[in-house]
């Protein structure tokens, strides 16, 4: 048996005759760029997490980077985040000038420790950007609660979390600006890169557009600086169609979820590797399903000998990055964070997978551990 870690064909094979027309709709219309399809793209995503204003933009990196500049924040300044995400979640503010500052992960969720949080606010902090990190949110009350006290902006990083939520409110509707990506592999996936911006603010909004179309709000008059990041039509209009799966899938993908922890439970219980742990006040959307284990790099030869995909993620903490070197931060600063890099390993977990290949999956897991 052969098992990806995500199956893209299985998916645009269940949905193709809508996707194709989609596309030749595009086509036929020869219109682009900023054409109906993201317009009414960005009105489906503003309805669908709550807020007043929803900006598409090239790419989730894009989003950040639009959105932090569009939140004031400038050169000298440091925006607080997590070390365990993806790169782009501190590239952004690294690009801006800014000071990545890291907090380091809670052991049991793997996000922000908030505990930690407000010992990282210095006078220079304007902003804090909070990643939902695989589809699970951070509890944004007590985040939004310390903002408020600092008075700091709020980015929070949607990239793997369209539609979780926390307390019943969806991400991206609390913080001053919520960023989404479109990457294929994403829970909403487009066919190429894709990216959005949500906010309750229309001055942040109006800026964003502007600095997506080069600092212009009138063609050819440039008030600043901007960039050339817009959501293609055609993707606008293929997200458009996956937009109305989305919700059944990410329930998919927690009954899958639910069925790992059922079958690999024993090995839990004898402390041989760790599931995924939820806050309470979370609902989850498993963007991917990630259990710990000091075996890792044992567990993914035995899986992949057996025909199953898996991934590492992430296998160094940004505080650790070459890139990040001149912030001064060595091994052992951020020891929760490590551990993760160090133990997690996501196990193939999407809407398409089958319950044979679940059991499958398990055993082998079961086996390799055992």
């Not at 609660?145 to 991206?172: F, H, P, S, T």
């Not at 919700?247 to 009954?255: A, G, K, S, V």
């Amino acid at each position: 048996m052969s098992i990806p870690l995500l199956d893209l064909k299985a998916q645009y094979l269940s949905i193709k005759e809508e996707i194709d027309q989609a596309v030749l709709g595009v086509l036929d219309s020869c219109q682009f760029i900023l054409g109906p399809n993201v317009k009414a793209m960005e009105e489906k995503m503003a309805d669908y997490c709550g807020t007043k204003h929803a900006v598409a933009v090239a790419n989730g990196t894009d989003a950040l980077v639009l959105a932090i500049r569009a939140c004031g924040v400038e050169p000298g300044d440091e925006v607080i985040t997590t070390p365990f995400t993806f790169f782009a979640s501190a590239e952004a503010i690294a690009n801006l000038g800014a000071t990545p500052v890291f907090v380091d992960i809670d052991p049991v969720t793997l996000n922000m420790d908030i505990d930690q949080l407000e010992s990282k606010i210095t006078v220079k902090t304007k902003a804090i950007i909070p990643v939902h990190i695989f589809g699970q949110m951070l509890n944004m009350e007590r985040v939004m609660e310390l903002a408020a006290k600092y008075d700091l902006k709020v980015i929070e990083d949607c990239a793997q979390a369209i539609g979780a939520e926390y307390n019943g409110k969806r991400a991206g509707s609390y913080g001053t600006t919520g960023t989404f990506s479109f990457f294929p592999t994403k829970n909403l996936g487009g066919y190429g890169d894709g990216g959005m911006v949500v906010t309750q603010s229309e001055e942040i909004a109006a800026r964003i557009r502007k600095l997506r179309f080069h600092g212009s709000k009138i063609k050819y008059y440039h008030d600043e600086i901007g960039y050339n990041s817009r959501l293609d039509e055609m993707q606008a209009a293929i997200l458009r169609v996956k937009f109305n799966y989305l919700d059944q899938w990410n329930q998919l993908r927690r009954e899958k979820a639910e069925k790992y922890n059922e079958l690999l439970a024993p090995l839990a219980a004898q402390g041989k590797l760790i599931l995924p742990q939820n806050d309470p006040k979370a609902t989850p959307v498993y963007h991917l399903y990630i259990l710990r284990t000091d075996n890792r790099d044992h567990l993914a030869n035995i899986l992949k000998e057996k025909g199953i995909a898996t991934g590492v993620y992430y296998p160094v903490p940004l505080h650790l990055q070459n890139a990040f070197a001149y912030l001064g931060y060595s091994a052992g600063d951020m020891p929760a964070a490590e551990l993760a890099c160090e133990q997690a390993l996501a196990l193939p977990c999407y809407p398409e997978l089958s319950m044979e290949q679940q059991e499958y999956i398990a055993a082998a897991v079961c086996e390799a551990l055992k």
